[in-house]
């Protein structure tokens, strides 16, 4: 059983940056591939970004070269680094665990509540 918890979002202007961090209980969270999740109002969740058990990571077209995905197992904790935010990555953001299928949202397991991230322009 993992239970995950998303923070570090908030309101920033275009062109600034964000960091969310998924923090994640359980003993064996290292063994779990990763993913970030986002969902607009009025549009279907969207994969962003996946870390592998064993670091492969995979980008979102729409977020490459802008996002970066890391993790601390250590700290049992997965990043987003956001940068070049623009006012179309507003969501609510979610990390997600527990899938062999990284970008499909259906096959995670695990999810956390969210947070919102807001972009102005």
């Known amino acids: 059983q993992v239970q995950l918890g998303e923070s570090g979002g908030g309101l920033v202007q275009a062109g600034g940056s964000l960091r969310l961090s998924c923090a994640a209980s359980?003993?064996?969270?290292?063994?779990?591939?990763v993913g970030w999740f986002r969902q607009a109002p009025g549009k279907e969740r969207e994969f962003v970004a996946a870390?592998?058990?064993?670091?492969?990571?995979y980008y979102a077209d729409s977020v490459k070269g802008r996002f970066t995905i890391s993790r601390d197992n250590a700290k049992n904790t997965v990043y987003l680094q956001m940068n070049s935010l623009k006012p179309e990555d507003t969501a609510v953001y979610y990390c997600?665990?527990?899938?062999?299928?990284?970008?499909?949202?259906?096959?995670?397991?695990?999810w956390g509540q969210g947070t919102q991230v807001t972009v102005s322009s």
């Open positions: 870390i592998t058990w064993n670091g492969n990571i």
């Open positions: 359980g003993r064996t969270f290292s063994s779990y591939n």
């Open positions: 997600a665990a527990g899938s062999s299928r990284v970008t499909i949202p259906s096959s995670y397991t695990y």
